[in-house]
């Protein structure tokens, strides 16, 4: 059984839902990411997205662009992103990490050698924005091959076809955009991501992950109540962003701190 399959089932069974906050990889400085992590798992989260620096993503907003931004000038690409999780697998063998990122790093090193390292370092799952479930198939197999979930991602946009198509490919649990747009993009519209949920669940015993649009205690608290799992990014990085080195670790620990409370008290 994955960390992943382990990690949903030990919390539906204490009733319990994923915190998954994301950060990228090397902001603000390598040095940091480890650490961080560690701190996130510390005070709450249940899982660690981590994102693959990468010059031009289409689905994140400014917020984590300028954290891509913050980590290519201090030279951290994928290679360095899956030593930062081989380094963190020496003191955690139980937190599921989820690598997400786009397609032109992994076509850069190889499926194959990417399929390698990442099962060596402990990766455990692999959002890759651009690989279409249409053309993919070779890349989830390879990663299937190596005992890795392949996480996809739902929008309010996907049509039923193309859901049905997704769900036959993913594995791990499956990712919904709450919103129209980018990361850290508008308000979310709670009733219409319940409504769009229970569809999703309709057709698959996955779980399902709901992020791109949750800001707050409030918002983390209202998605839990609907999903699976809530996916933290921008609000993370964000608090990234406002910290010194001073205080960096403190002020993440207790944004999760408070995000584990308002998703248990859902």
């Known amino acids: 059984m994955s960390r992943i399959q382990s990690t949903f089932n030990t919390l539906k069974s204490q009733h319990k839902k994923a915190l998954v906050p994301y950060i990228t990889a090397g902001d603000p400085h390598p040095k940091w990411t480890v650490p961080l992590m560690h701190a996130m ?28 931004e913050r980590a290519l000038v201090h030279k951290v690409g994928l290679r360095k992103v899956l030593e930062m999780v081989a380094e963190f697998r020496k003191d955690d063998q139980a937190t599921p990490v989820v690598l997400m990122g786009y397609a032109n790093p992994i076509e850069a090193m190889g499926i194959a050698q990417f399929t390698e390292l990442s ?30 979930d392949s996480i996809f991602l739902l929008s309010p946009t996907t049509e039923p076809a193309r859901t049905d198509l997704i769900v036959q490919q993913a594995t791990g649990f499956l990712y919904y955009v709450s919103l129209k747009g980018v990361t850290g993009a508008a308000n979310l519209d709670i009733e219409e991501v319940k409504k769009r949920v229970k569809e999703i669940k309709a057709k698959t015993d996955l779980p399902v992950g ?8 409030a918002t983390a608290s209202s998605v839990a109540a609907i999903a699976d799992a809530v996916v933290v990014g921008s609000r993370t990085v964000l608090t990234i962003e406002a910290s010194t080195e001073e ?11 408070e995000l584990r409370s308002a998703i248990d008290a859902s």
């Open 247 to 257: 205080n960096l670790i403190e002020n993440v620990s207790a944004l999760i701190k």
């Open 210 to 217: 709901v992020g791109f649009g949750v800001k707050d205690a």
């Open 41 to 68: 798992v510390k005070h709450g989260a249940d899982m660690i997205e981590l994102g693959v620096p990468f010059s031009d993503p289409m689905a994140d907003g400014p917020v984590i662009q300028r954290a891509s």
């Open 119 to 148: 099962k060596q370092s402990g990766v455990d799952g692999v959002l890759t924005v651009d690989y279409p479930p249409e053309e993919c198939a070779k890349f989830t197999t390879a990663l299937a091959a190596a005992d890795i």
